[in-house]
């Protein structure tokens, strides 16, 4: 997975408290959910604290089989001039494994990442088209 994401770009991921995760229902109807999240350089992890965590339907739908989500990490920095920032990621995710995690020990799922797309991560205001993405795809 080496150069999945640019430096820049990990320090954006590292410097974000929430983002937004969907994942599929067993009618194939995607669910988003906010929520924390960790990145690690490689994986994103999402998950809580206690035994509900495994009741959300986050978790119940990775446990079901349908593994592939989607993740979005966004902000908006200024209205005037409008600036706003994103990185979208594909990704497959495994199991809830017990772990120490960002609310505290729990259970997380471990998602990697196979294709991002990042806008504007400089900053700069929009201007008289949309910020350009830079499209990342993970390489086996």
Same mark, same amino acid.
């Given at each position: 997975?080496?150069?999945?994401?640019?430096?820049?770009?990990?320090?954006?991921?590292?410097?974000?408290?929430?983002?937004?995760?969907?994942?599929?229902?067993?009618?194939?109807?995607?669910?988003? !959910?906010?929520?924390?999240? @960790?990145?690690?350089?490689?994986?994103?992890?999402?998950? *809580?604290? /206690?035994?509900?965590?495994?009741? %959300?339907?986050?978790?119940?739908?990775?446990?079901?089989?349908?593994?592939?989500?989607?993740?979005?990490?966004?902000?908006?920095?200024?209205?005037?001039?409008?600036?706003?920032?994103?990185?979208? !990621?594909?990704?497959?995710? @495994?199991?809830?494994?017990?772990?120490?995690?960002?609310? *505290?020990? /729990?259970?997380?799922?471990?998602? %990697?990442?196979?294709?991002?797309?990042?806008?504007?991560?400089?900053?700069?205001?929009?201007?008289?088209?949309?910020?350009?993405?830079?499209?990342?795809?993970?390489?086996?």
């Amino acid at each position: 997975m080496e150069g999945m994401f640019t430096d820049e770009e990990i320090a954006y991921l590292r410097s974000q408290p929430l983002a937004r995760l969907a994942t599929l229902d067993e009618d194939g109807q995607p669910d988003v !959910v906010p929520l924390s999240f @960790e990145f690690d350089g490689t994986y994103f992890w999402v998950g *809580g604290v /206690g035994e509900q965590v495994l009741r %959300t339907r986050k978790f119940r739908n990775i446990a079901a089989g349908r593994r592939k989500v989607s993740l979005v990490v966004d902000d908006l920095v200024s209205f005037d001039p409008f600036i706003a920032r994103a990185i979208r !990621v594909y990704g497959t995710a @495994e199991d809830p494994v017990d772990r120490v995690g960002l609310v *505290g020990p /729990g259970l997380y799922c471990r998602i %990697t990442p196979t294709a991002s797309w990042a806008w504007n991560m400089a900053g700069e205001p929009a201007g008289s088209t949309w910020y350009e993405p830079r499209r990342s795809q993970r390489t086996p």
